[in-house]
């Protein structure tokens, strides 16, 4: 028998059966009204949703962005009618029964998956399997790096997840779990749905994973309870909220539970129920309401969960108002970097200008970073295990480690899907502004997390290094040719490639105060001249594009290019002006989404009328829209090599010679 007394239910007149009941209901009403969702998963969950809920959670829908709740995410994203419905009963503003009514419509609240942003409350964007319990180690790890900088007393909270079979078997899940098991991350707590069913059917079909031994392995501490047993599960998540490690909560349930005939079925999966097993359903539950219909008492009941929610909070706030901490508690979690990281910025171009500084873009951004991380503290750094690649750690960093937040440096380890992940989690949670480092190539690695920051439209800064065929011996494994396309295609995200270490700078300072949308920092292996004639208050790659160099008299061609290649195009265009008399204008274009955001005037008077020749150790594809009809691409028709980066350039045909070669023939 268990010494440890049990948090009971709170006194009502309700079970939390049929608090559980209400869920059950709604799901299967909600999906069976729109035609589409997945019913399954809200009724098999409901029972331990109502435990966590109702005895654990401590959140206050009338403020639900107040910084030391509980995090919620519902890792198995297409169970959404399970937040939907916890949502609508819980009183969240903005989810009436008319939004569950519209599940799944256009314009409703109520989307497919969970959507971070359309609804008050949820915390992430999930549907992509996996994603969210990735994300959610981030979240907890802010946690613990809040309350390690500004105290418990301040930040104390959980961060609890819901996933699937389909969570655990996705590959982001062992690199979020070890993680989390090596940091320590106590306050995270994970239950699995393990209803042994998938969408094709039995998981025995794909799986023999020993899921506990594999938490266990990862450092987690792990029990297993019947998904059921009320009793059972609040036992087990007092004892997870009692251990020094993150918790695994594997819940043995019945998909679609309550449904005599389907019940235990991939058939609840993802489709309605249709109305003779929902009629079956209510008879065999005991809810005999009709569709839609949560009687006053059960409604009540709930409502008194957001009530305690809305108490706790209110004493946090005086908590507040009362530390010595507050204001920069407050300040850290308004996300908002003080001037003197910008002056820095500038301080620094001006003075690299002056020093006509020749490094390596991945080296200005150390060098930029330097300044940067000395005058905030608020960014968290890391690397997928490329630290001195990246160069992303910086003087007087110190690293996160098990049990020990105060740093802020995370090594990820070899992880680039479960560092982009968190690094979203992070964000997410408030606090800090994340920025990560790997080789552009393995943004491939990294790239169902990179969508998510940018669907969700999170600061996060990606520090992409070795960005071309320039980084030379390693080969065309490494070298990326698609990703700059890739990234492009990518909406709600910037694609930073500077020239320079001004240009460096400048995109950093962009980045950073790109507070709605993720940035990736595209930045070379090689030494690059730096490029610029004075020091301009101006961040010149603010519009995305410039006129680096124009020639005095009317332009007879323009030379476009990105990062490494503007040294190219700049060389091609004292080449064309000193051997043929042909006055070229080469325009820098670091960003094109910048870019493309400027009105038609600047634009037309940066590109001109001439004929363009584009230049990017890169593929081809997205470049048409920007050297026209006429113009001439000169960059990678296929996979790199392996050799010393200049023979290389050589050999693929991007250089100056061939760059003034093509221009010459446009202009003849
Ligand atoms: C990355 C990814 N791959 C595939 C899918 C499509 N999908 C949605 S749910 C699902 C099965 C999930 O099984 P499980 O997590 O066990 O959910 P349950 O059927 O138990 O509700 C799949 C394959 C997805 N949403 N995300
Ligand atoms: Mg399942």
């Known amino acids: 028998m268990s010494q440890v007394a049990i948090k009971t239910a709170p006194e009502t007149a309700v079970s939390e059966r049929d608090m559980a009941n209400a869920i059950r209901a709604l799901a299967m009403d909600s999906v069976q009204k729109a035609n589409s969702g997945h019913p399954g998963m809200p009724m098999g969950m409901a029972d331990v949703a109502t435990v966590l809920f109702n005895r654990f959670i401590t959140i206050d829908p009338s403020k639900p962005d107040w910084p030391d709740r509980d995090r919620f995410v519902l890792s198995a994203g297409h169970g959404s009618m399970l937040q939907y419905a916890l949502h609508y009963l819980l009183g969240y503003s903005d989810m009436p029964i008319e939004e569950l009514q519209r599940f799944r419509q256009l314009g409703s609240r109520t989307a497919g998956h969970p959507e971070y942003g359309h609804a008050l409350g949820i915390e992430t964007t999930t549907g992509p399997l996996g994603q969210g319990i990735s994300t959610a180690v981030g979240m907890a790890l802010a946690e613990r790096m809040l309350a390690a900088r500004h105290g418990q007393e301040l930040v104390d909270h959980h961060t609890y997840v819901i996933a699937g079979d389909g969570c655990l078997q996705e590959g982001i899940s062992h690199e979020a779990i070890d993680l989390a098991g090596h940091l320590r991350l106590n306050r995270l707590i994970v239950f699995w749905d393990d209803n042994s069913i998938s969408i094709d059917g039995p998981t025995a079909l794909s799986t023999s994973m020993d899921q506990p031994a594999r938490f266990a392995a990862a450092g987690w501490n792990v029990s297993q309870v019947d998904g059921h047993d009320i009793e059972a599960v609040a036992e087990a998540i007092e004892a997870a909220q009692r251990s020094d490690r993150p918790s695994l909560i594997a819940c043995r349930t019945v998909i679609g539970k309550g449904a005599p005939n389907l019940g235990g079925s991939e058939k609840t999966h993802g489709a309605p129920l249709g109305d003779a097993e929902i009629a079956a359903t209510r008879e065999n539950i005991g809810w005999p309401y009709a569709p839609f219909e949560v009687p006053d008492e059960i409604l009540d009941a709930w409502r008194e969960v957001a009530d305690r929610g809305r108490l706790a909070r209110l004493a946090w706030e005086q908590n507040l108002t009362a530390s010595p901490q507050r204001t920069a508690f407050e300040s850290a979690i308004s996300g908002a970097l003080p001037e003197a990281v910008f002056e ?178 595209v930045l070379s292996r090689q030494n690059l001249p730096m490029l610029r004639y004075a020091h301009t208050d101006e961040n010149r790659s603010s519009r995305g594009a410039y006129l680096l160099r124009g020639p005095a008299g009317r332009r007879a061609v323009t030379l476009i290019a990105t ?106």
Not at 386 to 392: C, E, F, K, V
């Open 563 to 668: 990062g490494s290649e503007v040294e190219i195009a700049v060389s091609a265009a004292q080449r064309l002006h000193a051997e043929h008399g042909i006055a070229a204008a080469v325009v820098s274009m670091p960003c094109w989404e910048l870019f493309e955001e400027q009105d038609d005037e600047y634009r037309r008077a940066v590109l001109g009328s001439a004929p363009r020749v584009a230049v990017e150790a890169a593929a081809r594809l997205g470049w048409d829209r920007w050297i026209g009809d006429n113009g001439v691409f000169i960059g990678m028709t296929g996979f790199g090599a392996s050799a010393p980066a200049p023979d290389l350039y050589r050999h693929f045909a991007i250089t100056p010679e061939a760059v003034a070669e093509a221009a010459r023939k446009l202009v003849i």
């Open 344 to 521: 820095a910025l500038s301080a620094f171009r001006k003075e690299h200008v002056e020093k006509e500084t020749k490094v390596a873009t991945r080296k200005a951004s150390e060098m930029a970073l330097g300044v940067i991380n000395a005058a905030t503290d608020l960014t968290i750094g890391g690397s997928a295990d490329l630290t001195h690649s990246n160069l992303t750690i910086t003087k007087g960093m110190n690293r996160i480690a098990p049990g020990d937040y105060a740093g802020s440096y995370v090594h990820y380890g070899i992880r680039e899907h479960g560092m982009a992940a968190a690094m979203n989690g992070i964000a997410l949670h408030g606090g800090f502004i994340p920025y990560g480092g790997t080789f552009l190539c393995f943004a491939d690695y990294a790239r169902g997390a990179m969508r998510l920051s940018a669907l969700m439209g999170q600061r996060v800064i990606y520090v992409m290094t070795h960005d071309s065929i320039g980084l030379g011996e390693d080969g065309p494994t490494h070298q990326p040719i698609e990703h700059l396309a890739m990234l492009r295609a990518t909406p709600n995200l910037n694609v930073f490639r500077p020239a320079d270490i001004i240009e460096t700078a400048e995109c950093w300072e962009l980045a950073l105060r790109a507070k709605e949308r993720p940035s990736v920092l």
